[in-house]
């Protein structure tokens, strides 16, 4: 139906959104830490609380129920369809790994998140939102 650049091009833009997620979640919970240090008002606004907190919700979710990113998923099916390879596992698997030679057994991926959101929720009590 459409030739492959385009695949290609819609695959990169899964992956530049992917980015933006992780990003929104690790930065987020950065900045709620040091919003009030640095008078930041808007890290207590409830939308961006709320948004943030579903955010890594749906990741911590996700790994527990051993479920791969949709992002990822649909990433790799654009990247096949395009005749590219694609990888496996989690997009924050492959990219550590990547950029970091970073391998690690699932488990520790699952922990790692559920740890993450744990500080998300406790950001919650630490810097209460508005």
Do not use: K
């Amino acid at each position: 139906m459409f030739s492959g650049s385009v695949y290609v091009v819609l695959a990169d833009s899964l992956l530049v959104l992917h980015v933006i997620f992780v990003a929104f979640v690790v930065l987020g919970l950065l900045a709620i830490y040091m919003g009030p240090f640095l008078n930041w008002n808007w890290v207590r606004n409830i939308w961006f609380r709320v948004c943030h907190l579903i955010a890594i919700g749906i990741v911590v979710v996700q790994s527990w129920l051993g479920v791969i990113c949709p992002l990822t998923t649909w990433e790799m099916a654009l990247r096949d369809r395009a005749g590219e390879a694609s990888y496996e596992g989690s997009f924050v698997q492959h990219w550590l790994q990547s950029i970091l030679y970073y391998s690690a057994p699932e488990w520790v991926f699952v922990l790692s998140y559920t740890l993450f959101g744990g500080l998300v929720l406790l950001s919650w009590f630490v810097v209460r939102p508005r």
